[in-house]
T-cell receptor, first 114, second 110 residues
Framework: NAGVTQTPKFQVLKTGQSMTLQCAQD?????MYWYRQDPGMGLRLIYY???????DKGEVPNGYNVSRLNKREFSLRLESAAPSQTSVYFC?????????????FGNGTRLTVT | RKEVEQDPGPFNVPEGATVAFNCTYS??????FFWYRQDCRKEPKLLMS???SGNEDGRFTAQLNRASQYISLLIRDSKLSDSATYLC???????????FGSGTKLNVKP
């Protein structure tokens, strides 16, 4: 019953450091997403992958890169962290296809950049 | 203009009250609609999908009005445990993108 698993749960970085947020899903979903959530801003889409082998920018892609390693895994990389990237990051997946296909979320990564 | 707009609240209601939230969306081609619930600092969880004919799940009723481009959520007989932020989510089918409202905060008081 794992669903969507994100690691790490918490991270503190200094400005300029890099890190990769990991996400894996075991529901055989085609689509995967990375969102960030800031107070009063709601969830904003950073990048998404509609299917294995494809990635596309969302609303706020600057400062991030992604890799859809295989159908299960979708990672988010911060090459040079900035304080503006302090946020809660959620990975999500969706089966996609016909019918209603809601998002399933991981538990989130709470990132602080000092 | 935001893709999805919600009244941020908070809505402060007593236990047992009925409360309703609305959400408007800007893209008339939007394909699917959902309500999510989010507890403080946790991940959003699907509350219910919203179907064209309206649908009910226990104390929760969702409605879709495509002509006016809004969806609603009605909660009857509110419980303390209903206190949370409710997120309206819209899927644009062409681009497989989900758009989120900023959320409506509900506080149910004893």
């Amino acid at each position: 019953n794992a669903g969507v698993t994100q690691t790490p749960k918490f991270q503190v970085l200094k400005t300029g450091q890099s890190m990769t947020l990991q996400c894996a899903q075991d529901m055989n979903h085609n689509s995967m997403y990375w969102y960030r959530q800031d107070p009063g801003m709601g969830l904003r889409l950073i990048y998404y992958s509609a299917s294995e082998g494809t990635t596309d920018k969302g609303e706020v892609p600057n400062g991030y890169n992604v890799s859809r390693l295989n159908k299960r895994e979708f990672s988010l990389r911060l090459e040079s962290a900035a304080p503006s990237q302090t946020s809660v990051y959620f990975c999500a997946s969706s089966p996609r296809g016909t019918g209603v296909s809601p998002l399933h979320f991981g538990n989130g990564t709470r990132l602080t950049v000092t | 203009r935001k893709e999805v707009e919600q009244d941020p609240g908070p809505f402060n209601v007593p236990e047992g009250a009925t409360v309703a939230f609305n959400c408007t969306y800007s893209n008339s081609a939007s394909q699917s609609f959902f309500w999510y619930r989010q507890d403080c600092r946790k991940e959003p969880k699907l509350l219910m999908s919203v179907y064209s004919s309206g649908n009910e799940d226990g104390r929760f009723t969702a409605q879709l009005n495509r002509a006016s481009q809004y969806i609603s959520l009605l909660i009857r007989d509110s419980k303390l445990s209903d206190s949370a932020t409710y997120l309206c989510v819209v899927l644009e089918g062409n681009f497989n993108k989900f758009y989120f409202g900023s959320g409506t905060k509900l506080n149910v008081k004893p």
